[in-house]
């Protein structure tokens, strides 16, 4: 006979009772009978204690997830699934990429990095704060010009953001959106004519707060950005034959001592929270 005993750790113990054949000779029953509950008994004790042990050798950890600002919202659907199934929390500092790898170089508690471009991956893997053989391409993304889902503003051409007296995007020398829309306008020559009209925001949300305001006629941010707000539309997609690569790399942090920031790094990889990320537009490697 088995009995299964489990714990909240998620941990089950099975107890094998050993029960006395019908079979069996008469006599002596009655003390074979005593000598086997015994042995259940003392089994009991053993698999309990076991299990306790187990249980207080799995506690679980925190996570500090350093992410692009245009990640916001898949990650935290993504980070309930994985405390859902691992126990462990996920704790979140969105911003620009540029900004929270300068946090990082300057001694922030990180223990994963997820960044929207490589160049910034690259400062901290020159830094030693991430090892080459830790980093994964996770995520790819697509460049589009919005503009207030009230505006009669049209966007046929690149050469129409000309029309805009201001265009939002987040800091085109530092912030990777910005640095992908300057590269996109540089390569058709239209960077000189744009730039003055350019407004710089700190990171992606800010850019979309600005068009969705109607502080900017228009600006320059991914399409995971523009689809989750219904106070802008998009006037113009940006393919990726004719856009920049947009890559973003994820890694953990060499420092960190958790075991749970090298299984919540895997787990982003996965398939469950690439399904998360393919539902929020994300283009997943």
């Known amino acids: 006979m088995i009995t299964r005993f489990s714990c909240a750790c998620g941990l089950t113990f099975a107890v094998f009772a050993v029960a006395h054949s019908p ?3 008469s006599v002596g029953i009655a003390t074979m009978g005593r000598k086997t509950n015994q042995l259940r008994a003392w089994m009991l004790v ?17 996570v500090v997830v350093f992410a692009a600002a245009s990640t916001t919202d898949a990650l935290e659907d993504i980070a309930k699934e994985y ?4 126990g462990n929390a996920v704790t979140f500092s969105f911003g620009g990429s540029s900004t929270l790898a300068k946090q990082i170089i300057g001694g922030a508690p990180a223990d ?8 910034q991956m690259d400062s ?5 704060l991430v090892h080459k053989e830790d980093r994964r391409a996770l995520l790819s993304n697509q460049l589009v010009v919005i ?7 049209t966007i046929a051409d690149p050469s129409d953001l000309a029309n805009a007296p201001h265009v939002a995007t ?8 910005g640095i992908y829309a300057r590269q996109w306008l540089e390569s058709l020559g239209l960077w000189s004519a744009i730039k003055p009209k350019i407004v710089p925001t700190l990171d992606v949300r800010a850019a979309l707060a600005a068009v969705e305001s109607e502080h900017a006629e228009a600006g ?8 989750i707000s219904p106070r802008v539309k998009i006037a113009y997609s940006v393919s990726a034959e004719k856009g920049p690569k947009i890559v973003y790399p994820v890694a953990r942090i060499a420092s960190s001592k958790t075991y749970a920031s090298a299984d919540f790094v895997s787990f982003l990889t996965g398939p469950k929270a690439r399904a998360v990320f393919a539902r929020y537009g994300f283009i997943t490697f």
């Open 46 to 62: 053993l698999s309990v204690a076991s299990l306790t042990l187990a249980c207080r050798r799995a506690p679980t950890e925190d």
């Open 83 to 86: 405390r859902a199934q691992s």
């Open 23 to 25: 079979s069996a000779p």
């Open 124 to 128: 901290l893997e020159k830094a030693g």
């Open 112 to 119: 994963i990095f997820l960044s929207a471009d490589v160049t």
């Open 170 to 177: 987040a800091d085109p020398e530092s912030v990777p959106v």
């Open 147 to 153: 503009v207030p889902a009230r505006s009669n503003m």
């Open 220 to 227: 320059i941010v991914y399409r995971t950005d523009a689809a």
